[in-house]
């Protein structure tokens, strides 16, 4: 039997046959690959509207701007919050919704307080109507207010002088109205007087102002007048 010789001095192994064994391979290791991060999207950014706008005055700039979308649609409704002389409250803006019928969708260009525009867009349309009611809008949001306030509802901003008034534009009771609805800023009272006047010509067609007489009654009760 052979003898292996084991060199000590050199630390080295060496084989029965007088050749020096080989390190197995080690393999290589495979580089981490780190997933590409999917960059999320800019939103667009729109030429900005007229701040602190009525209810019109950016009614040609969304409309310019649904034209220029390739697909334009017919504008059905328009709804903002807005203060007592008809300009968008600090904070929120106006909604101004088109129907597209390829394929329905509401398309909708909403306008800050501060002059920003945005758009979204959903199905299905609003409500469905898809008439337009462009052409009757005549009576802007301060006008409008004022004609409300004149119908009666001036004895709730006169206990509520920092009243704020969800108006809306839409197809209603055979017209295209302005539907005003009242509101104490700090949504305490749940009087809530309505007024509702057709948009083109300004004629009131129904009002909702009881719950002011109620109002008024507990104020005096409580000796606020």
């Not at 064994?21 to 729109?46: A, D, K």
């Not at 649609?73 to 909604?95: F, K, N, Q």
């Amino acid at each position: 039997m052979a003898v292996c010789v084991v060199a000590l001095a050199a630390l080295a192994m060496v084989s029965c046959d007088g050749t020096t064994p080989t390190e197995p391979e080690r393999p290589t290791p495979t580089p981490m690959v780190r997933p590409t991060p999917t960059p999320t999207p800019t939103p667009p950014v729109y030429p900005p509207g007229a701040p602190n706008g009525t209810a019109f005055e950016n009614l040609q700039h969304v409309t310019q701007l649904e034209a220029a979308s390739g697909q334009p649609g017919t504008l059905v409704h328009v709804e903002g919050i807005c203060e007592l002389d008809g300009r968008v409250t600090v904070g929120s803006g106006w909604a101004y919704n088109f129907f597209r019928t390829a394929p329905d969708l509401q398309a909708t260009w909403f306008v800050w307080s501060d002059g920003r525009v945005q758009f979204y867009s959903f199905q299905p349309g609003l409500h469905g109507q898809t008439g337009s009611i462009e052409g009757s809008l005549v009576v802007d949001s301060p006008a409008a207010i004022q004609r409300a306030l004149e119908t009666g509802a001036s004895a709730f901003a006169a206990i509520h002088p920092d009243a704020i008034v969800r108006v809306r534009y839409w197809y209603s009771f055979g017209h295209v109205t302005c539907d005003m609805q009242f509101f104490d800023r700090a949504y305490v009272d749940r009087c809530e007087p309505q007024v509702i006047i057709d948009a083109a010509t300004g004629e009131v067609l129904s009002k909702a102002l009881e719950c002011i007489g109620g109002l008024v009654q507990r104020r005096r009760s409580a000796g606020g007048e």
